[in-house]
């Protein structure tokens, strides 16, 4: 009897021990830190790196919105490389992953759409990129680069699938952007249509109205409701790029330059407030001469308006008085029947109420004598508009001076002229030999300089 006991008690410990084992499988699992993401989780974090595509101190200087006042070297255009990688390995792949393992339709729309959107970002910064062959994982770490227009054909038909695909009315979770409202997603993404278009203007005209005028018909934004804007949070995880330097790090770097006050005062712009502070020292409006090559007071100088790095100020990324420059230029290049001036005064007026939050002032601007709509200059006055109205957009605004050379009052600090593209990271040199080689060859005669011409950027 003693041996029967004892054998059952072992038995009943090693079955015990056994359920030990597998209990402590499990509570070695974090339920609050979970091994696989949904793909609604993996889109918002991927919509966590917008804001990057425009706070960037090189894409300010690019477009020459902000003066650089201690290292001035930094504004000069030195002869560097920039890498993309953490665009493939953060908010692209996790987007990728999103498309290839959801069911929901909405949500491999919006991933389609966000792709697009970051890869038209990057593609116009440095030209042929890998595309095709990208976000494979380790199946392909040397992916090959498409070239510039073959991306754009695929951006297109990636954004009219989505366009397809996206079912209004049936929501979005963990949509950080347009909370879960799928009719501005629709008008997002058709607007993104719209604007990749018209940076087609000068290499295809014909396949560029094309685009346009179909992207518009199809419905883009109709006000200011439908802007594409990342809202930063008052908390230290989700604040304003600026913010952490200005007031975190403690560095009063930059002040506006002094062709951006000269471009606003004179014409009483409501928005010059917003942009710029008047100087400490006189109380005016001091703007700093781009590339100065002295260090200089900070005081004597305009700084950047503390509106724009409020811990919680957002970041326009994509708007509705852009979609309405866009217009004004279509109209003028006869793509439309529209009135361009209807459209250049009503894009203004978006920019004004978006960036004051009020009409007040928006009539005595465009009553401004330099500020009226003159045919005789129709383009050069919406390029001109549109650069002051995507202020601290500095990518974006770079690309629109490059395609149309407005506004023709860029400086050349020290001799240096403002850069055509970023030049590919010299790791893609040492880890995709073969196909950096190639890209590089093809477009820019084996030069990977910021002075390469990119391939809708005609001379």
């Given at each position: 009897?003693?041996?029967?006991?004892l054998?059952?008690?072992?038995?009943?410990?090693l079955v015990?021990s056994?359920?030990?084992?597998?209990?402590?499988?499990d509570?070695?699992k974090n339920?609050?830190l979970p091994?696989?993401a949904e793909?609604?989780?993996?889109?918002?974090?991927?919509?966590?790196?917008l804001?990057?595509l425009?706070?960037?101190?090189?894409?300010?200087?690019n477009?020459?919105?902000?003066?650089e006042?201690?290292?001035i070297?930094d504004?000069?255009?030195?002869?560097?490389?920039?890498?993309?990688?953490?665009?493939y390995?953060?908010?692209?792949i996790?987007?990728?992953?999103?498309?290839?393992?959801?069911n929901?339709?909405?949500?491999?729309?919006?991933?389609?759409?966000?792709?697009?959107?970051y890869?038209?970002?990057?593609?116009d910064?440095?030209?042929d990129?890998?595309?095709?062959?990208?976000?494979?994982?380790?199946?392909?770490?040397t992916?090959a680069?498409?070239?510039q227009q073959e991306i754009y054909?695929?951006?297109?038909?990636?954004?009219?699938?989505?366009?397809?695909?996206?079912?209004?009315g049936?929501?979005?979770?963990?949509d950080?952007?347009?909370?879960?409202?799928?009719e501005?997603?629709?008008?997002?993404?058709?607007?993104v249509r719209?604007?990749?278009?018209?940076?087609?203007?000068?290499?295809?005209?014909?396949?560029?109205?094309?685009?346009?005028?179909?992207a518009?018909?199809d419905?883009?934004?109709?006000?200011?409701?439908?802007?594409?804007?990342?809202?930063?949070l008052?908390?230290?995880?989700?604040?304003?790029?600026?913010?952490n330097?200005?007031?975190?790090?403690?560095?009063?770097?930059?002040?506006?330059?002094?062709?951006i006050i000269n471009?606003m005062?004179?014409?009483?712009?409501?928005r010059?407030?917003?942009?710029?502070e008047?100087?400490?020292?006189?109380?005016?409006?001091?703007?700093?001469?781009?590339?100065?090559?002295?260090s200089?007071?900070?005081?004597?100088?305009?700084?950047?308006g503390?509106?724009?790095?409020?811990?919680?100020a957002?970041v326009?990324?994509?708007?509705?008085a852009q979609?309405k420059f866009?217009?004004?230029?279509a109209?003028?290049?006869?793509?439309?029947?529209d009135?361009?001036?209807?459209?250049?005064n009503?894009?203004i007026?978006?920019?004004?109420?978006?960036?004051?939050?009020?009409?007040?002032?928006v009539?005595?601007?465009?009553?401004?004598p330099d500020?009226?709509?003159d045919p005789a200059n129709?383009?050069?006055m919406?390029s001109?508009?549109?650069?002051?109205?995507?202020?601290m957009?500095?990518?974006?605004?770079?690309?629109?001076?490059?395609?149309?050379?407005?506004?023709?009052?860029?400086?050349?600090?020290q001799?240096?002229?403002?850069?055509?593209r970023q030049?590919?990271?010299?790791?893609?040199?040492?880890?995709?030999?073969?196909?950096?080689?190639?890209?590089?060859?093809r477009?820019?005669?084996?030069?990977?300089?910021?002075?390469?011409?990119?391939?809708?950027?005609?001379?």
């Open positions: 009897m003693k041996k029967l006991i054998s059952i008690t072992v038995i009943a410990f015990s056994c359920e030990i084992a597998n209990f402590d499988d509570i070695n339920p609050n091994s696989e793909p609604s989780q993996l889109i918002a974090n991927a919509m966590l790196s804001p990057s425009s706070s960037s101190p090189q894409g300010e200087y477009a020459q919105y902000l003066s006042i201690i290292y070297d504004s000069l255009y030195p002869e560097s490389t920039t890498s993309f990688y953490w665009l390995q953060g908010p692209l996790n987007l990728q992953t999103a498309i290839e393992n959801t929901v339709a909405n949500e491999a729309a919006v991933a389609k759409i966000l792709k697009a959107y890869f038209w970002h990057m593609t910064r440095w030209g990129i890998p595309y095709s062959e990208a976000l494979n994982g380790t199946e392909d770490f992916p680069y498409d070239t054909e695929n951006l297109f038909a990636l954004l009219k699938e989505a366009r397809d695909q996206l079912e209004v049936a929501g979005l979770s963990n950080i952007i347009y909370n879960g409202d799928i501005k997603w629709r008008k997002f993404g058709n607007t719209m604007l990749m278009a018209l940076r087609l203007s000068e290499r295809d005209e014909a396949w560029a109205e094309d685009e346009f005028t179909n518009m018909d419905g883009i934004m109709t006000s200011n409701d439908d802007n594409f804007v990342f809202q930063h008052a908390n230290e995880n989700n604040e304003n790029y600026w913010y330097q200005i007031i975190r790090q403690s560095r009063v770097w930059w002040a506006i330059p002094v062709r471009m005062e004179p014409n009483n712009d409501p010059l407030p917003v942009y710029a008047q100087a400490a020292n006189t109380g005016d409006y001091t703007g700093l001469p781009y590339g100065t090559p002295n200089v007071e900070a005081d004597d100088y305009s700084l950047l503390t509106d724009i790095y409020e811990q919680d957002p326009y990324l994509v708007t509705y979609a866009a217009l004004a230029e109209a003028e290049r006869d793509w439309t029947t009135i361009p001036e209807t459209h250049y009503e894009a007026e978006a920019s004004i109420v978006q960036w004051t939050g009020s009409d007040a002032g009539q005595s601007y465009l009553n401004e500020v009226i709509y129709g383009i050069e919406i001109e508009q549109r650069y002051l109205h995507l202020f957009h500095g990518y974006e605004a770079w690309a629109e001076y490059r395609r149309t050379g407005f506004p023709d009052n860029m400086v050349n600090p001799g240096r002229d403002v850069p055509l030049a590919y990271t010299s790791d893609e040199e040492l880890n995709n030999t073969e196909n950096y080689q190639e890209a590089v060859d477009q820019f005669n084996g030069d990977n300089s910021i002075y390469g011409r990119l391939w809708w950027d005609v001379e």
